[in-house]
């Protein structure tokens, strides 16, 4: 879930994720490291991520290197997990000796709890820190929420003010905001509670262009991103008004389309546009033109800065989640697609006629419409968009993709 590199500060902002351990279900979070780097820009940034998880957390981890020994650092770590009062236990990793593993018993002097051996790299010793855990834990209640949470991945080029977006979104400093490129690195989890509505947040990396993406942290940072696009329900796609629809811009709500998600387009940094040049109604004109395949998609306009637009986001989110859940009776679905046959026949391949029988809505998220027809396979793509066409006047499905299956035969 994170990414593990040997560059020190790869970690910065909090990244979360669901886990369970012996039925206790709770929320993980890893952090940035603690320790003083005057020389990094966004070490301040870290340090405060790391003070809220603990100021969020019902218990901590704190980890320790087996290797290294007890640093002043560790000193510092430890300091701020017992002044936040919360159970903890210590996990001195690389413990993948004998040696090592006896050497666990000098982090007692930490004060933060009780020390366990353990190796990330090999797997070993981690049911007994986990058992640790449930130990302190054991009066805390089971914190998931129940049901499905929507889960949004934000999307854009580096620098377009996803982070901004998040934070201003939830209100709080849930992401590192910087404006050097690059600043986040993992896609970022973050929970959130609108409306009755369990949101998941993932922040992602920035997509530079392929020939631009960097090996190393940032190669990982961009297949994190496109994994994220793949585990979300639904897609903030960023774009900036100093430049509005770059090719990038299109390779990655791409990605979006090709992934069948439903998706909000935001124009970011609204308040950078050159005013008196460019209206509102040119500037969408121009965001459609040049991202014709995500047909009806709802564009919005934004400042992180002025917090212009900002209110609409989540409304917006949440219309297009309905649209992409959306169930249409039996009855109604077949009307409209055999009308739509009616009004457009179709047409013969050679001495091939092909015919539909039945149509059937096989599922939601995307919607997904089965047609059983005979000569399927004949069934040319500008009928079968002008069917998805149909089904779009008739039902909405704003910010939705369609998801449209033709098999041979009737199935009835």
Known sequence: MAIVSDVPGTTRDRVSTDAEWMGKRFLLLDTGGIEDRPGDLLWDDVRAQTAQALEDADGVILVVDALTGQLPADAEAADLVRRSGKPSVIAVNKADNPVRELGASEFYALGAGDPYPVSAYHGTGVADLMNGVIDVMVNKPDFVREGRSVR???????????????????????????????????????????????????????????????????????LRSIAAIERAHLCLVVLSAEEFVTQQDAHIAGYVDD?????????????????????????????????????????????????????????????????????????????????????????????????????????????????????????????????????????????????????TGRDD
């Open 259 to 407: 992934a069948a998600r439903a998706r909000v387009v935001v124009v970011n940094k609204w308040d950078l546009a050159p005013r008196g040049r460019v209206s509102r109604a040119d500037a969408e004109r121009v965001v459609r033109e040049n991202l014709k395949f995500l047909p009806d998609v709802p564009v919005l306009f934004t400042s992180t800065v002025t917090g212009e637009g900002i209110n609409r986001i989540l409304p917006a989110l949440m219309e297009v989640n309905g649209e992409f859940t959306k169930r249409i009776p039996k009855s109604e679905l077949s009307r409209c697609i055999f009308q739509a046959l009616g009004d457009n026949s179709l047409p013969y391949t050679g001495r091939l006629h092909p015919r539909i029988f039945k149509v059937s809505q096989e599922r939601t998220s995307p919607p997904t419409f089965v047609f059983n027809a005979r000569h399927a396979e004949l069934i040319h793509f500008s009928y079968r968009r002008y069917l998805e066409n149909r089904l779009r006047a008739e039902f909405g499905f704003k910010g939705s993709p369609i998801v449209l299956t033709f098999r």
């Open 152 to 222: 949004i991945a934000i999307v854009g080029r580096p620098n377009v003010g996803k982070s901004a977006i998040l934070n201003a979104v939830t209100g709080e400093e849930r992401s590192i905001v910087s404006p050097i490129p690059g600043t986040t690195r993992d896609s970022i989890d973050s929970r959130f509670e609108y409306e009755g509505h369990d949101i998941t947040f993932l922040d992602t990396a920035g997509l530079r262009r392929r020939g631009k993406t960097e090996q190393g942290i940032e190669k990982y940072s961009a």
